[in-house]
């Protein structure tokens, strides 16, 4: 899956230290995937869509394997795990004919830029969008572990005190452009619209049967109480680390890098673990500035960034 050199970015730092492979589309660092350019043009200029499509449209490292997972058991109204692989209805590897053939609620999943997204997407208004929103210190904690894996192709060349303190706000080098321009660019975009719906990390994470049941209401799905109970305790972290493991090295194929997981620690607040104080310090500068103008956000954030 991956690019061929010729197609892909090596994105280097100032110094020409390694720090990711990119697939380059408007201008915008991506997961690098074959063709992605060409592909994205194409869905660009029409895109098959459907009624019921479900659109999980996620910045990278915010839960969208565990939300995939959440909306396949909701929508096909059982709590045991789907064959499906999340990959088959990724925007950025492809939506095959058999993807766009299939009968159902589709959950098509991508981590574009709201610029880079197809136009109907956009305006299929009978499509509802989910979007997981997830502290950016645990994103940051969770993409340093990513990157540094090597899953992607060659290991990120940076320590984390690097990756934090040069890396993480940089717009021109990080996957899907950085947390704040991505998320603040979709929530001035998106929020208050009735087919939006925003879930936050945090909150599922502390009440997963309370929030899986509005995205259920959200998503005009029926599910008793039972059910909400059972899709819950199938998608704890501890039950995907175990359910998951055989499809993710599938997944994954020549990608795969022993001990790396998409289902590492699932936890809020592991970036206690990684930052220091002055770390800490510099990084609330950072992140008060970018969401100055989004208070809502702010608000819902700043109690799982407390050191
Ligand atoms: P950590 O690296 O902090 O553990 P994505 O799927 O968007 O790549 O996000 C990956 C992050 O979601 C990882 O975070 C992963 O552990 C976490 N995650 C995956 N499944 C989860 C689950 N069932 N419950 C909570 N977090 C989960």
């Given at each position: 899956?991956?690019l061929?050199?010729?197609q892909?970015?090596?994105v280097?730092?100032?110094?020409?230290?390694f720090?990711?492979?990119?697939?380059?589309?408007?201008?915008?660092?991506?997961?690098?995937?074959?063709?992605?350019?060409k592909r994205?043009?194409?869905?660009?200029?029409?895109?098959?869509?459907?009624?019921?499509?479900?659109y999980?449209?996620?910045?990278?490292?915010?839960g969208?394997h565990?939300m995939?997972e959440?909306?396949?058991?909701?929508?096909?109204?059982?709590?045991?795990?789907?064959?499906?692989?999340?990959?088959?209805?990724?925007?950025?590897?492809?939506?095959?004919?058999s993807?766009q053939e299939?009968?159902?609620?589709?959950?098509?999943n991508?981590?574009?830029?709201?610029?880079?997204?197809?136009?109907?997407i956009?305006?299929?208004?009978?499509?509802k969008?989910?979007?997981?929103h997830?502290?950016?210190a645990?994103?940051?904690?969770?993409?340093?572990?990513?990157?540094?894996?090597?899953?992607n192709?060659?290991?990120?060349?940076?320590?984390?005190?690097?990756y934090?303190?040069?890396?993480?706000?940089?717009?021109?080098?990080?996957?899907?452009?950085?947390?704040?321009?991505?998320?603040?660019?979709?929530?001035?975009?998106?929020?208050?619209?009735?087919?939006?719906?925003?879930?936050?990390?945090?909150e599922?994470?502390?009440?997963?049967?309370?929030?899986?049941?509005?995205i259920?209401?959200f998503?005009e799905?029926e599910?008793?109480?039972?059910l909400?109970?059972?899709?819950?305790?199938?998608?704890s972290?501890?039950?995907?680390?175990v359910?998951?493991?055989?499809?993710?090295?599938?997944?994954?194929g020549?990608?795969?890098v022993e001990?790396?997981?998409?289902?590492?620690k699932?936890?809020?607040?592991?970036?206690?673990?990684?930052f220091t104080?002055?770390?800490?310090?510099?990084?609330?500068?950072?992140y008060?500035?970018?969401?100055?103008?989004?208070?809502e956000?702010?608000?819902?954030?700043?109690?799982?960034?407390?050191f």
């Amino acid at each position: 899956m991956e690019l061929s050199q010729s197609q892909t970015k090596l994105v280097l730092d100032v110094n020409g230290k390694f720090i990711c492979n990119a697939a380059v589309y408007n201008g915008h660092n991506y997961c690098a995937f074959e063709n992605l350019a060409k592909r994205l043009d194409e869905y660009r200029k029409s895109f098959p869509v459907q009624d019921g499509d479900i659109y999980l449209l996620n910045y990278p490292k915010s839960g969208t394997h565990w939300m995939w997972e959440i909306l396949m058991m909701l929508t096909h109204g059982s709590a045991a795990s789907r064959p499906e692989h999340k990959h088959e209805m990724m925007l950025e590897i492809g939506f095959d004919s058999s993807a766009q053939e299939s009968k159902g609620r589709r959950i098509i999943n991508t981590h574009l830029l709201y610029e880079d997204m197809p136009p109907d997407i956009l305006n299929n208004s009978r499509g509802k969008i989910i979007q997981v929103h997830r502290n950016p210190a645990d994103i940051a904690v969770s993409f340093y572990h990513h990157t540094k894996s090597g899953v992607n192709g060659t290991a990120l060349a940076y320590d984390w005190d690097d990756y934090i303190s040069k890396l993480f706000w940089d717009k021109e080098r990080m996957i899907s452009s950085t947390w704040s321009v991505y998320t603040c660019d979709w929530w001035t975009r998106c929020h208050g619209n009735s087919n939006y719906l925003p879930v936050f990390y945090e909150e599922l994470k502390e009440d997963p049967v309370k929030v899986i049941r509005e995205i259920a209401k959200f998503l005009e799905v029926e599910a008793e109480q039972e059910l909400l109970e059972q899709i819950a305790a199938e998608t704890s972290i501890e039950k995907m680390k175990v359910s998951k493991r055989e499809k993710e090295v599938e997944e994954l194929g020549d990608s795969f890098v022993e001990g790396y997981t998409m289902y590492r620690k699932g936890v809020v607040g592991d970036w206690r673990n990684h930052f220091t104080e002055e770390q800490h310090e510099q990084f609330m500068k950072h992140y008060n500035q970018e969401l100055r103008n989004h208070p809502e956000l702010h608000q819902k954030f700043i109690k799982s960034l407390q050191f």
